[in-house]
C-alpha cells in the first residue's frame, strides 16, 4: 500500500514558477513508477510527466516541466516554469507498480492516487 500526499500548489502569474511536492508512504518507494496528472474543471484528467528508469513529458509541458524523485526521502517534485494560464488545474500525484510506457498515459495504469493540489496561473 502506497499513500500519496502532494504540495505546493497556489496561485502564480503567468511566467512564473512552482515547485509541486508528492510524498509517499512505504518502504518500496523506489520499486514504483511515479507521475504527475492534472485535471481542469470540465476536462478529463490528463497526463503530465512521469518517472521510472527515465523521464517522459506531456508535449504541453515539455521544456517547461521537470520532474526529479528523492528515493532518500521518499519524494517526488515537479518543477513548473515558464507558467501559462491553460496550466491551471489540480495536480495529482501518482504511482504504478506495473508500470509500462506504452501506457502511462492513462489513469487505469496507476495504482494509488493522492488528493490534488490546486494550481492556478493568472494571465
Known amino acids: 500500500q502506497v499513500q500519496l500526499v502532494e504540495s505546493g500548489g497556489g496561485l502564480v502569474q503567468a511566467g512564473g514558477s512552482l515547485r509541486l511536492s508528492c510524498a509517499a508512504s512505504?518502504?518500496?518507494?523506489?520499486?514504483?513508477?511515479m507521475g504527475w496528472f492534472r485535471q481542469a474543471p470540465g476536462k478529463e484528467r490528463e497526463f503530465v510527466a512521469a518517472?521510472?528508469?527515465?523521464?517522459y513529458y506531456a508535449d504541453s509541458v515539455q521544456g517547461r516541466f521537470t520532474i526529479s524523485r528523492d528515493s532518500a526521502t521518499n519524494t517526488m517534485y515537479l518543477q513548473m516554469n515558464s507558467l501559462k494560464p491553460e496550466d491551471t488545474a489540480v495536480y495529482y500525484c501518482?504511482?504504478?507498480?506495473?508500470?509500462?510506457?506504452?501506457?502511462?498515459?492513462?489513469?487505469?495504469?496507476?495504482?494509488?492516487w493522492g488528493q490534488g493540489t490546486q494550481v492556478t496561473i493568472s494571465s
Open positions: 518517472i521510472r528508469w527515465r523521464t
Open positions: 501518482a504511482a504504478s507498480a506495473r508500470f509500462a510506457s506504452q501506457t502511462m498515459g492513462t489513469t487505469p495504469a496507476w495504482d494509488y
Open positions: 512505504g518502504r518500496t518507494f523506489s520499486s514504483y513508477a
